[in-house]
């Protein structure tokens, strides 16, 4: 199995451009979750989709929209690109089991705004 | 907001060595989770816990949720070269996980 698949891998935005991130599980996941990672802070919660049809924010929401295209698909968009939105960016998706919880990162998509 | 809080934040050991990262918080978590992640890749789960005073061991890697299912640790024994990355703990309440900054291990030959 793929599990989850980012696109792109790498970007390069200038101040105001706008794009979209896809991600896609193959899993039959029913939650899925867009992170951002910039060094020293770990990892924070932009949107997240609990379940197909339903999308709701996160920590650091302002600057992104999101849409759940279906199970399998959960896109970010960024509408008009900023510097400070220079990240690194992790979709995941999560599998619960027993009461446990666990999240299947994709590979990550580095983007870098001018 | 649910903050997680991990020390240290970087460790440099050399191989054979022990070495202890913990993760506290003021708030109770159903669960918890610890990963770790190379670089150029995304985190990887190592173990969950869900129990208040669990003990997961797993190879030399011993994993251990507080009572009070506010804090853990990650114990490595005798750490290897291949134990260099990041880990990261995470505290997990109604399908929604709070990250740690993280601790950057480097372990050397």
């Known amino acids: 199995n793929a599990g989850v698949t980012q696109t792109p891998k790498f970007q390069v935005l200038k101040t105001g451009q706008s794009m979209t991130l896809q991600c896609a599980q193959d899993?039959?996941?029913?939650?899925m979750y867009w992170y951002r990672q910039d060094p020293g802070m770990g990892l924070r919660l932009i949107y997240y989709s609990a379940s197909e049809g339903t999308t709701d924010k996160g920590e650091v929401p302002n600057g992104y929209n999101v849409s759940r295209l279906n199970k399998r698909e959960f896109s970010l968009r960024l509408e008009s690109a900023a510097p400070s939105q220079t990240s690194v960016y992790f979709c995941?998706?999560?599998?619960?089991?027993?009461?446990?919880?666990?999240?299947?990162f994709g590979a990550g998509s580095r983007l870098t705004v001018l | 907001t649910q903050l997680l809080e991990q020390s240290p934040q970087f460790l440099s050991i050399q191989e054979g060595e022990n070495l202890t990262v913990y993760c506290n918080s003021s708030s109770v978590f159903s669960s918890l989770q610890w990963y770790r992640q190379e670089p150029g890749e995304g985190p990887v789960l190592l173990v969950t816990?869900?129990?208040?005073?669990e003990v997961k061991k797993l190879k030399r890697l011993t994993f251990q949720f507080g009572d009070a299912r506010k804090d853990s640790s990650l114990h490595i024994t005798a750490a290897q070269p291949g134990d260099t990355g990041l880990y990261l703990c995470?505290?997990?309440?109604?399908?929604?996980?709070?990250f740690g900054d993280g601790t950057t291990l480097t372990v050397k030959p």
């Open positions: 816990v869900v129990t208040g005073g």
């Open positions: 995470a505290g997990t309440n109604a399908g929604k996980s709070t």
């Open positions: 899993m039959n996941h029913n939650s």
């Open positions: 995941a998706s999560r599998f619960t089991s027993s009461g446990a919880n666990v999240l299947t």
